[in-house]
């Protein structure tokens, strides 16, 4: 397929608080004449900085909100709708509640796994439990683990995660690259050792290229958890699309940022890049839909779930 453009549908907030079965969604599309019935759908869903919450928040302004039960039925849902639906994390998976305190990440890796979670990124708290907590978790990991510009070289994570993760869904070729923030002055030394830590911005560039160019993939997701958008010169999601190319989606964490529609980023090229994050602990869960054609469209849809 030659590089297409898409429709980028995101996350939506939608009434009810109950089971899958309650939820309803608000969706709008625009320009939509261009979706034809040759358009090819593919599904992102997303979620970061859950936190180690397994059940519903309990109390203040939140109470009964998210919880894995609920995201795990309104996933089934999904993928009963579109089968080609990618489901993944932008880090922070750890600390939070007890949960995490008592079994260390086992019980949030396992679950993801029994949700069927395609590929996750790291976050400064997946290293609470030290760089070796990190690694006894990975064995009860359905999914990979994709971080590319962290280097663990000499440390016990060497070749256990991917620098980028290319999947065919529906005869799409969809790659996907992960970017973790700054851990120095975030976690202590101790806990990630000899971790290095490599620029965002060179890293996605030499990415986005090798998997858009060199692999052929018609779609480039980076799943950041570099944190939304800073007043410093900090990389963030934001400045990042505008830095790069060959970036499609940036889905991101960190800031726990709760964006009600994506933002439309220009890149160097001055193409379009959806950027998208939405919250944290679980009380959402990101949905972008990308349909594509043969030739360039560009619609825009959104939908949200709010858990």
């Known amino acids: ?54 059940e519903p928040i309990v109390g203040g302004r939140n109470d009964g909100r998210g ?66 907590g990190l690694y006894k978790q990975l064995p009860h990991a359905n999914f990979d683990f994709v971080i590319s510009n962290y280097d663990f070289k000499n440390t016990i994570m060497d070749g256990h995660t991917l620098e980028n ?41 030499d990415q986005a290229r090798i998997l858009k160019e060199e692999k052929g993939c018609d779609l480039v997701i980076c799943m950041s958890h570099l944190g939304y958008s800073y007043k410093s010169d900090t990389v963030s999601d934001v400045s990042l699309a505008a830095a790069t190319s060959n970036i499609d989606v940036i889905i991101g964490g960190h800031t726990h940022t709760f964006l009600e529609k994506p933002e439309l980023i220009l890149n160097k090229e001055g193409k379009n890049v959806v950027v998208n994050q939405v919250g944290c602990y679980g009380m959402y869960l990101g949905r972008i839909d990308l349909y594509l054609n043969d030739t360039d469209i560009d619609n825009q849809a959104g939908t949200v779930y709010n858990l």
Do not use: W
Not at 14 to 25: I, K, P, Y
Not at 175 to 201: A, H, Q, R, S, W
């Open 1 to 54: 397929m030659k590089r297409s453009t898409f429709l980028k549908s995101s996350t939506a907030a939608v009434a009810g608080m109950g089971l899958f079965a309650n939820f309803s969604t608000a969706t709008s599309l625009y320009k939509v004449s261009s979706i034809t019935e040759k358009s090819k759908k593919i599904t992102i869903l997303h979620t970061n900085d859950t936190h180690s919450h397994i």
């Open 67 to 132: 919880g894995v039960a609920r995201r795990a039925a309104l996933v089934n849902q999904i993928r009963k709708e579109n089968p080609n639906t990618l489901l993944l994390d932008c880090g922070d998976i750890f600390q939070g509640t007890p949960y995490f305190n008592f079994y260390g990440g086992e019980l949030e890796i396992k679950l993801m796994s029994m949700m069927g979670y395609d590929a996750a990124t790291i976050g400064n708290h997946d290293f609470d439990n030290g760089i070796d």
């Open 165 to 205: 993760k290319i999947v065919t869904l529906d005869g799409i070729k969809i790659g996907m690259f992960g970017l973790g923030i700054e851990l120095d002055g975030l976690v202590n030394k101790t806990n990630y050792k000899e971790t290095k830590y490599l620029d965002p911005i060179d890293i996605a560039t």
